[in-house]
């Protein structure tokens, strides 16, 4: 799928409550709704986030340099507001350009309402149409909704890392990396 199709990508999904959701890739005038929703994801799980998520010069330079053949960011919208982002990080030009880390935060508004499975599953369709073999996750062992939704959309754990996140607090903490295989290599044969 060519990248300006993809800048395009428009669709209209349904909550478990029956609310309507547009997911749609971030825009350049996206900074401050981004900077809402990452700050309205609770204390506990926005410190075992990789980047510092209360730092909006960081949340709005993210929506000001978007560049979709190295990050597509996915998000959710209801009426103006951003509910979620889940993102595609993929590695162009080197030896791991089949495979691609899926990253998800749902806002507290929109939690447990599906939301989460759903943005997994446009994601993981989106990179098997951009040529992405391999799809890696990286969840907090302990956030067990976390490691759920990945499951339910066909992840599986390969490996737990020791001590692989270092919170701000400088607590340690476990890392499970699941993998999903959209492409085996033994199909082509
Ligand atoms: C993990 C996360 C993305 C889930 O989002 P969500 O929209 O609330 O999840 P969903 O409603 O789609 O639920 C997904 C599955 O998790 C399970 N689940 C959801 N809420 C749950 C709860 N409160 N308790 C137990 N299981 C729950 C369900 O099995 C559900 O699947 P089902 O609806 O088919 O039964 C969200 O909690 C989040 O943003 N967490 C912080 C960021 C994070 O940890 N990201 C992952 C690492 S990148």
Do not use: C
Not at 154 to 161: H, I, L, S, T
Request: glycine share 6%.
């Amino acid at each position: 799928m060519p990248l300006e199709q993809l800048k395009r990508f428009r669709k209209v999904v349904k909550l478990k409550d029956g609310t309507l959701v547009v997911l749609r890739p971030l825009g350049e005038g996206d900074g401050q709704r981004l900077v809402d929703m990452f700050a309205s994801i609770p204390e506990t799980d926005r410190r075992l986030l990789k980047h510092d998520v209360t730092d909006a010069t960081l949340i709005a330079s993210w929506a000001n340099h978007i560049r979709f053949e190295v990050v597509f960011p996915l998000v959710a919208q209801i009426d103006d507001e951003i509910v979620a982002d889940a993102t595609l990080h993929k590695n162009p030009g080197t030896s791991l350009r089949h495979v691609a880390e899926v990253r998800v935060a749902i806002g507290a508004r929109a939690r447990g309402r599906g939301l989460g499975r759903i943005m997994l599953e446009e994601l993981v369709a989106l990179a098997d149409k951009v040529d992405i073999e391999q799809l890696r996750a990286e969840v907090p062992v302990g956030s067990a909704v976390a490691q759920r939704a990945f499951e339910k959309v066909g992840f599986k754990q390969e490996a737990v890392f020791k001590d692989y996140f270092k919170t701000a607090d400088d607590q340690y903490h476990d890392v499970a990396v699941m993998f999903l295989v959209l492409r085996d290599r033994w199909e082509e044969f």
